[in-house]
Structure formats: structure tokens, C-alpha cells
């Protein structure tokens, strides 16, 4: 028997949350974020889900062709652009949309030769200040790739610093807005925070938006909103089996460092999941957990290959019961990621990103 633990991936939720962002983009086109092998999930696991997409947006030409080669003829976007003059023939080749955020990419462009001229995606700095032309060199670096031939459309884009936070994104709108109101071309802004915050608000005209996490069911501004409360259905679900029970006395410790002293008698479960696949060794006593779909927590510190859950409240519950680290557990009961992303003083972004090449990962049916 395999060691009992797995990742479940679950289709049917990738497409309620890409209902749940069409429906919030109003009119604007969805790019689908793939991105890091989809957040973690498996770009071949998830595109059938989200086949509703209007387009996939990644970085790696690698996951681009990955796309292509699922069939997928529809609009795909590289949200970093060209690294070098050679990625412009797989552009060409593959019919790629690519971000231009760079004097560089502009002369890539310049000494690309092809028959077929791209669709590029300009990007403006509005302030995150990390790829793109500030406003003031925008017009300047349009009307450099509206001379060549090499490109055929021109569309512009923005990314928010703020979506999730206080300051929000009305700032970055202006600049944005102020410096492209009279170009032609299509407009592309706004990450999951912005599409689920922003996007009814008057002033944000978007043509294609580029929701990424919330498709994965995290919330992009937990804790002030809950993947509940925007209606989000977790993706993954990571699930382990206890494998060893330990009866405590009053002093008896838990794990390394003996972080975790018990003051009364308790059951422990240790559970067949650590941190080398891919659960946050960071994570606390505390740290949430659903034991048969109950909830519980971890106790004392992560190690490599197992960690220890309070059994306490759970008489029923010993070898062989089902552990939740994060997502939906068989009775249906959830553990958002982002709680124990929390805990883990990170994002739910992070967790499932990381989730470690040794464990089996299922799709759901
Ligand atoms: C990753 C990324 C997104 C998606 O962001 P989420 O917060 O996951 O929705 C959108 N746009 C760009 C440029 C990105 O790099």
C-alpha cells in the first residue's frame, strides 16, 4: 500500500470559481492564470475545468505549449513576455500572446523575423514598480512597437499592488487610465482581489481581467473576506491517514523539541504527512485540522514525514482515520488553506504551490 496520503484535485470546483469570476468580471474576457503548473494543481489536471476560460495567461513557454498541446487554439498569454529572441519563433509558432514591458523586448521584437505579426500585451507601470514602462515612457514605447511590423495588435495592461488591501486600486486606475484613454487597443487588468473588490466599480473598464488563486478556491484577501463569504470552492484538497495513536500522561511532550507538553491525559494521532510534502514545517500547535471531517489541530512541531493531531474530543478517531491538512474532507466538511496558510504566516498561494512532487495527486471524478 502506498503511504496514505494524497492530494485530491477537484474539477468540479475549478469550474463553480470560474463561474464565480465571469460572473464578477461583467463583460470583460477571463484569462485563466496557469502559471506554476496551475498553482500547483497540474496545468493537464485542471484545463478541462476551465475550458470556459476565454484564454490561459502563464510565464513558462513550456506551460504555453503544454496548452497548445491539450488542444486549446484559443488565446494564450505569456505574462512575462520574451527572455530572449528566440521564445518570439515559439511565439510566432504557437500563436502566443506576450507582454512587452521592457525597452529589451522591444528590441527582441525588432529582430524577430516572421510572417506573422503578434499580439502584444504593453505593460504600464503604475506603481508596483516591477515590470513596465512608468507613464511617462508608455506612449513613447507604444508608438516604438506600433512601427514595427512584427506587431500586428497592441493591447495594454496594468497590475495592482493593492487589490487585497486598504489603499485599493484607485490610484493605479488613474495612471493607468489617464495615460492610455485616447490609444486603441484592449485593456487588461486586475489579479483575483481586484476582479472579486473592484470590478463593479465605476471606472475600472477592463476587456480582459486575469484571475489566478481565487480559481483555486483561496480567498485573495483573507482573513477580511473567507473563501465562504465569495462564494470560493477549494481546488485541492490535501488528505493523510493516521498511522500511529499515543496515549500522553500529564508532561509527556510531542515530537521534536518536545514543543508540545500535554497537561492531561490525551490521545495523540500521528499522521502520514510532513514537511517534504509540502505542509509548512512553520505551522504551530494549533494549526487547524479536520479528523474524519471534524475539526482539531496539529501539535507540536512538523517534521519531514509525519506530524502529531489532539485526538482528545475524538473518541472514534484512530489508525487509519482520514486527516484533512487543508480543503474538503470525504464528509465534506472544509478547511479553508488560507486558515492554515495563516498560521503558517503565509498565503494559501504558497501552500499549494509547494505541495511536494512525492505525493499522489487524483482528480476528482
Ligand atoms: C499571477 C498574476 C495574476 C493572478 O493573480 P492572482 O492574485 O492569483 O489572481 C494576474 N496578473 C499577473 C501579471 C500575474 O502575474
Known amino acids: 500500500m502506498p503511504r496514505p496520503i494524497q492530494a485530491l484535485i477537484d474539477p468540479q470546483a475549478i469550474r463553480h470559481n ?26 493537464e489536471r485542471v484545463f478541462d475545468a476551465m475550458r ?7 510565464l513558462d513557454l513550456s506551460e504555453a505549449e503544454r496548452v497548445r498541446a491539450l488542444g486549446w487554439r484559443g488565446p494564450v498569454l505569456l505574462l512575462e513576455g520574451a527572455f530572449e529572441v528566440r521564445d ?20 527582441m521584437l525588432a529582430l524577430h523575423k516572421t510572417h506573422m505579426p503578434h499580439r502584444v500585451f504593453l ?48 490610484e493605479q486606475v488613474q495612471r493607468f487610465v489617464q495615460a492610455t484613454q485616447d490609444l486603441p487597443g484592449e485593456r487588461s487588468l486586475a489579479n483575483s482581489a481586484a476582479v472579486l473588490r473592484h470590478c463593479t466599480q465605476a471606472g475600472v473598464r477592463a476587456d480582459w481581467v486575469r484571475p489566478g488563486i481565487a480559481l483555486y478556491g483561496s480567498s485573495p484577501d483573507h482573513p477580511k473576506h473567507t473563501s465562504a463569504q465569495w462564494d470560493l470552492q477549494p481546488a485541492m484538497s490535501l488528505r493523510a491517514r493516521i498511522i500511529g495513536v499515543q496515549h500522553l500522561q500529564p508532561g509527556d511532550t510531542v515530537g521534536y523539541g518536545s514543543s508540545f507538553k500535554a497537561e492531561q491525559p490525551m490521545r495523540v494521532g500521528v499522521v502520514a504527512c510532513g514537511y517534504a510534502d509540502g505542509y509548512p514545517r ?23 514525514d509525519m506530524l502529531a493531531v489532539d485526538l482528545s474530543a475524538l473518541p472514534d478517531a484512530g489508525m487509519g482515520a482520514e486527516v484533512t491538512l487543508w480543503g474538503r474532507s470525504s464528509q465534506g466538511a472544509v478547511l479553508p488553506i488560507d486558515e492554515v496558510a495563516a498560521h503558517a504566516q503565509t498565503l494559501g498561494y504558497e501552500l499549494m504551490c509547494a505541495l511536494a512532487q512525492r505525493v499522489p495527486v487524483t482528480v476528482i471524478e
Open 52 to 58: 470556459a476560460a476565454d484564454g490561459f495567461a502563464m
Open 123 to 170: 505593460k504600464m507601470n503604475t506603481g508596483m514598480n516591477r515590470l513596465g514602462f512608468t507613464p511617462d515612457r508608455y506612449r513613447a514605447a507604444w508608438a516604438r512597437l506600433n512601427a514595427l511590423p512584427q506587431v500586428d495588435e497592441i493591447s495594454h495592461m496594468t497590475h495592482f499592488s493593492d487589490a487585497d488591501g486598504d489603499k485599493g486600486i484607485e
Open 18 to 43: 470560474l463561474a464565480r469570476a465571469h460572473a464578477a468580471a461583467g463583460d470583460a474576457n477571463v484569462w485563466a492564470v496557469v502559471k506554476a503548473n496551475a498553482y500547483g494543481h497540474g496545468i
Open 282 to 304: 512553520i505551522c504551530p500547535t494549533g494549526t487547524p485540522v479536520l479528523i474524519n471531517g471534524v475539526r482539531s489541530r496539529t501539535l507540536g512541531r512538523v517534521s519531514m
Open 88 to 107: 518570439l519563433e515559439l511565439c510566432s509558432r504557437l500563436g502566443l500572446w506576450h507582454t512587452v514591458h521592457c525597452d529589451e523586448q522591444i528590441e
